[in-house]
């Protein structure tokens, strides 16, 4: 039988020379949903998608990686609490921290495995109207610098995709007030706040920037006819920038 | 694990067929397993004998109507008659299987099918409305594809009645909560409040997935040896009975509830299943493959040996259970979700195993293919089933009932909307005019259902090209090419009521029109026939009325049925619900860039309305909101719908128009505000000429439901090109406004003007106004 492709998997070898040969592990654990989706982003972006599963023990030579949205394990106990445990995160946890300083990037259920994983603080709990919310969200661009936003300018508006139940950030007031102080509030919500967060915050960098977790969806405006509006492309800016710093340009 | 099996297996007098041979008068509990006298008499006919309580618990669900068609069955088979050879050409797989398959071209195929999940939806809404997706999710992977989209068309109750809150919260909240987790799209449905669903709301699901040709798999069991396997979720106690007890009786408030019948579903097991599935059929490690839905081991294993070749052995025991307790007959008829069983070469067993594993899918060997031409279960090596699984499976009873035109039929169609005491005061004024606008789209059927598609993931799988509210959902199959695929659903259960055969094909007609204006290619239709109790001639007469008219458009419009459900007995007490034949067009795009929004956005193009309007006002929503329903439904001109279609169609392709929406409910009236809202740009329109032209006053132009009409907004570059492809079309076409975009307002010449922000807060405010 010959292979074909899946939805959302390209053929081999196809979308011309990846970039700078830049390879970067997207995660599949199970119940993962978005992570063909982020795969594509980075495909879009110039580089090339790695399947990682989460089973592995070997990160397999990647230069970043993604932790796409899903319900992993179903979100069962609480969303991420079980997939921190999953091999491959102490691989990404030790990578994230060590001197070569791993650039990662938590994209909704992949920012609650984060910070269950303690590479980001905080913590998500269920949206302040208890429901489920897909909608097109605004959000202000805070910080420029770290490794997965330096393609935008700082206190730029983008349009991304929001959707979760569990996305209402929380933490203490110290530490939002060290969040705030350190400039680590990437992203905030722009207009109503779609879920109670704290301090309209929507996505927040680890000290060095190079680890970044946010409850929005990137990786979902990167192709015009398949984002906000049928036009939007804004979020294709986390997938170049990560390409900016592995190509040593930021 | 095998102790606990074991453990059980000897608390249980086990009727084995040897015993019930002994025993042939024993009573069994067949009148409540659902069955009736003539049925239980033809089961021991059959037999020979009487059957065994786990043969009883077979036939008894696999002989439900939900699982046999025994009343709908003698009138379906129109769908399969008419049908010419034009029609077959891209049908690769017809009715019968789990789901028709589509060919799509470039080697790609499509499979769409539509079900229902009524009434476990109305006795325990989140779980009934959840596990219909993860049913219909489980046929599409079945039949070897990737489920790539669902939609859900909706009916409860009166929108300010207590119970429609919980209904609508439970379910919607249950469509979110297992669809979101599965990674499937949400691109589209109906949401539909009238008091005739109070006690009967409609819960209907559908999915779409996409394979390539050489990936098409069917539920049988063929080669002598190969292993029988039932995988994914542990078998429980839930859903006994489900289709049998559940969903092929009326409610009746005198009997105990019914909430052990509904299954409950869990998304994540069916998320890993998928996925799993996949990954065998990549593998090419299953021989054949079938879902365990409405009545579980007994349906599985019985279509599959009645599909193949041969007959099949398995052990009972061997199924992994939930519930140490569960007698062999709760085994057999247990409906818990997220299984499936398959078929597996002996010399794929070990690959087959490696994918269990990987995805830590649970799975049991329970027994082989044999040459028997049988289908025998043991309890502990003890024969309790031994039947040919044809005459479980496809030889159930057939009834064909009778059916008469209700005697109030001819008083119902005299009594028009024009001229009754709830026309009285008809608005004729720009102000009443305005009010009567306002109040249309605020209403419970006409408002925005933003509150409920704001629930639903329409992003994941980045392939979503339009979702609701634009007419047509659309997915991407190909992301080299951009080849993909258009969907809707449409069915209006008061035409149905006034005029069964027209009803149904004004239903098949709306879908038809919306695939159209989203510019995408009519191919197939799947339905989903939703009616009261067939017990009732005159519900019978709806039934068969709907099911001839529908065959009969599909034949002129060139577009087959390629599967559905019937779904019977949703009546409460002795009144059913309207007929609602909801139904489902497929359409096809060689690429999805050029699909076709419902609104405007680009100041200055032109807008047209294709069609003419007549005075036909009885079944619509404006009547319907002045509480009346009575008279003809708008009349059906199929030849009238096929040109609309090539002309929208055609205008999309060749970047003629670059907005469109179809007229329905509603009327002109809805669609104007509709598009205007859509990208939040206005219009400046004027009717007057248009209305003389078709001699209708201003409040028809704007509230008739006339058929096969559309608007459009087109470039001022092309309008040339797109007035001289309706003339020569002999297609009614007029110019009736402009694309306004600083104007910040609807504005109905000569009439009114409403700024957006108006319309807006009037049309997104009811829904959460009632359900928060």
């Keep these: 039988m010959t292979e074909t492709p899946l939805i959302g998997s390209y053929p081999a070898g196809q979308g011309g020379a990846p970039l700078n040969g830049a390879r970067i592990g997207v995660v599949t654990f199970p119940g993962t949903l978005d992570d063909r989706d982020a795969a594509r982003a980075v495909r879009v972006s110039g580089a090339t998608a790695v399947e990682l599963w989460h089973g592995d023990s070997s990160l397999g030579g990647v230069d970043a990686v993604i932790i796409p949205g899903g319900f992993s394990y179903g979100d069962y106990l609480r969303a991420g609490a079980?997939?921190?445990?999953?091999?491959?995160?102490?691989?990404?946890?030790?990578?994230?921290?060590?001197?070569?300083?791993l650039p990662v990037l938590g994209i909704c259920n992949g920012f609650q495995i984060l910070t269950e994983a303690h590479l980001l603080p905080g913590s998500m709990i269920k949206n302040d109207h208890l429901k489920f919310l897909c909608r097109d969200q605004v959000l202000r661009v805070e910080n420029n610098a770290t490794a997965w936003t330096n393609a935008y300018a700082a206190g730029q508006d983008i349009t991304v995709p929001l959707k979760n139940q569990d996305g209402q950030y929380i933490a203490d007031e110290k530490t939002l007030d060290a969040l705030e102080a350190e400039g680590r509030v990437a992203f905030r919500y722009v207009g109503a706040n779609p879920n109670g967060s704290r301090r309209d915050i929507a996505g927040i960098s680890n000290a060095a920037g190079n680890v970044v977790g946010l409850m929005p969806h990137p990786e979902h405006a990167v192709e015009a006819g398949y984002g906000p509006g049928h036009t939007g492309t804004d979020g294709l800016g986390f997938f170049t920038s990560v390409l900016n710093t592995l190509l040593g340009g930021k | 694990m095998s102790d606990v099996s074991t453990d059980s297996a000897q608390k249980f007098n086990i009727d084995t067929v040897e015993n019930a041979a002994a025993?042939?008068?024993?009573?069994?509990?067949?009148?409540?397993?659902?069955?009736?006298?003539?049925?239980?008499?033809?089961?021991?006919?059959v037999l020979g004998r009487r059957p065994t309580g786990a043969e009883l618990a077979m036939y008894s669900v696999m002989w439900s109507e939900h699982c046999s068609y025994k009343s709908s069955k003698n009138h379906l088979r129109q769908f399969g008659e008419k049908v010419t050879e034009e029609m077959k050409k891209d049908m690769l797989v017809g009715i019968g299987?789990?789901?028709?398959?589509?060919n799509l071209g470039d080697g790609w195929a499509v499979t769409f099918k539509i079900e229902s999940h009524?009434?476990?939806?109305?006795?325990?809404p989140y779980q009934g409305a959840a596990t219909g997706i993860g049913g219909i999710v489980r046929d599409i992977i079945s039949m070897g594809a990737r489920p790539v989209a669902v939609m859900d068309p909706l009916r409860f109750g009166a929108i300010d009645h207590p119970d429609t809150a919980r209904v609508m919260h439970g379910a919607v909240a249950g469509i979110g909560g297992y669809g979101n987790s599965l990674g499937l799209p949400n691109i589209g449905g109906e949401m539909v409040f009238d008091p005739i669903y109070q006690g009967n709301p409609l819960v209907n699901a559908l999915a779409v997935g996409v394979m390539r040709h050489e990936d098409i798999r069917l539920a049988n069991a063929s080669g002598l040896g190969n292993k029988v396997v039932l995988f994914g979720a542990r078998t429980g106690g839930d859903g006994i009975g489900g289709a049998s007890v559940l969903a092929s009786e009326s409610f009746d408030s005198t009997k105990p509830s019914k909430r052990p019948a509904v299954q409950v579903g869990d998304p994540f097991a069916e998320k890993v299943l998928i996925e799993c599935c996949l990954e065998l059929f990549k593998g090419s490690l299953v021989e054949g493959i079938q879902d365990l839905g409405a009545a579980g081991i007994s349906c599985a294993t019985s279509e599959l040996a009645s599909n193949g070749d041969g007959g099949m052995e398995v052990e009972l025991t061997s199924v992994l259970l939930r519930d140490p307790t569960l007698t062999p007959g709760e085994i057999l008829m247990s409906e818990s979700q997220e299984r499936m069983m398959a078929v597996v070469s002996p010399g794929n067993v070990a690959a087959f195993?490696?994918?269990?594993?990987?995805?830590?899918?649970?799975?049991?060997w329970l027994g082989e293919v044999t040459g028997t031409g049988r289908l025998i279960i043991k309890w502990e090596g003890e024969v309790i089933v031994d039947v040919d699984p044809r005459t479980v499976a496809h030889d159930g009873p057939v009834y064909d009932r009778p059916y008469a035109r209700p005697d109030?039929?001819?008083?119902?169609?005299?009594?028009?909307?024009?001229?009754?005491?709830?026309?009285?005061?008809?608005?004729?004024?720009?102000?009443?005019?305005?009010?009567?606008?306002?109040?249309?789209?605020?209403?419970?059927?006409?408002?925005?259902?933003?509150?409920?598609?704001?629930?639903?993931?329409?992003?994941?799988?980045?392939?979503?090209?339009?979702?609701?509210?634009?007419?047509?959902?659309?997915?991407?199959v190909d992301e080299e090419t951009g080849l993909g695929v258009a969907l809707a659903t449409d069915a209006n259960g008061r035409y149905t009521f006034l005029d069964p055969y027209h009803g149904a094909q004004l239903a098949l007609a709306e879908a038809y029109r919306n695939v159209a204006t989203s510019?995408?290619?009519?191919?197939?239709?799947?339905?989903?026939?939703?009616?009261?109790?067939?017990?009732?001639?005159?519900v019978m007469w709806q039934l068969a009325e709907a099911i001839r008219g529908l065959s009969d458009a599909c034949m002129e419009l060139g577009i087959p049925v390629t599967g559905g459900n019937v779904s019977l007995y949703n009546q409460t007490g002795s009144t059913p619900i309207h007929p609602t034949p909801v139904v489902a067009v497929l359409g096809r795009f060689d690429d999805v860039a050029r699909r076709t929004p419902s609104g405007w956005a680009e100041d200055g193009q032109a807008i047209y309305l294709l069609g003419t309007t007549a005075a036909e006002l009885d079944g619509s929503e404006w009547a319907n909101l002045r509480g009346h329903l009575g008279g003809a439904a708008p009349k059906v001109d199929l030849q009238r719908e096929r040109e609309l279609g090539e002309i929208l169609i055609n205008a999309s392709r060749?970047?003629?128009?670059?907005?469109?929406?179809?007229?329905?409910?509603?009327?002109?009236?809805?669609?104007?505000?509709?598009?205007?809202?859509?990208?939040?740009?206005?219009?400046?329109?004027?009717?007057?000429?248009?209305?003389?032209?078709?001699g209708v006053d201003t409040f028809t132009m704007l509230f008739s439901e006339t058929q096969g009409r559309a608007i459009v907004a087109v470039p001022r570059s092309e309008e040339v090109r797109f007035n001289d492809m309706c003339t020569a079309r002999r297609f009614p076409v007029s110019r009736i406004g402009v694309v306004d975009a600083a104007g910040g307002a609807l504005d109905i010449q000569g009439l009114f003007t409403v700024p957006l922000d108006e319309l807006r807060e009037a049309h997104e405010g009811t829904l959460p106004k009632h359900f928060g």
């Design chain 2, 118 to 124: 009524n009434s476990p939806s109305f006795v325990e």
């Design chain 1, 82 to 101: 079980i997939a921190r445990f999953a091999p491959l995160m102490a691989k990404i946890v030790d990578a994230a921290n060590s001197d070569a300083l």
């Design chain 2, 23 to 45: 025993t042939p008068d024993v009573q069994l509990p067949w009148a409540e397993l659902g069955l009736k006298q003539n049925e239980y008499d033809d089961v021991v006919k």
């Design chain 2, 654 to 694: 060749d970047g003629m128009v670059d907005a469109a929406h179809d007229l329905s409910e509603g009327g002109l009236a809805a669609a104007l505000v509709e598009s205007s809202l859509r990208f939040n740009t206005g219009a400046r329109v004027a009717l007057d000429e248009v209305a003389a032209r078709d």
């Design chain 2, 408 to 476: 109030w039929q001819d008083a119902l169609q005299a009594d028009t909307f024009t001229g009754s005491v709830q026309d009285a005061g008809r608005p004729a004024t720009p102000e009443e005019l305005k009010a009567a606008v306002l109040e249309l789209i605020a209403s419970p059927n006409m408002c925005s259902k933003d509150w409920i598609t704001n629930q639903y993931d329409r992003y994941v799988g980045g392939n979503t090209a339009m979702a609701f509210p634009d007419d047509a959902g659309v997915v991407r």
């Design chain 2, 353 to 364: 195993e490696a994918v269990m594993d990987k995805w830590a899918v649970e799975y049991s």
């Design chain 2, 97 to 102: 299987e789990n789901a028709g398959v589509t």
């Design chain 2, 519 to 538: 510019g995408a290619i009519p191919m197939a239709v799947s339905d989903c026939l939703n009616f009261g109790s067939p017990e009732d001639p005159d």
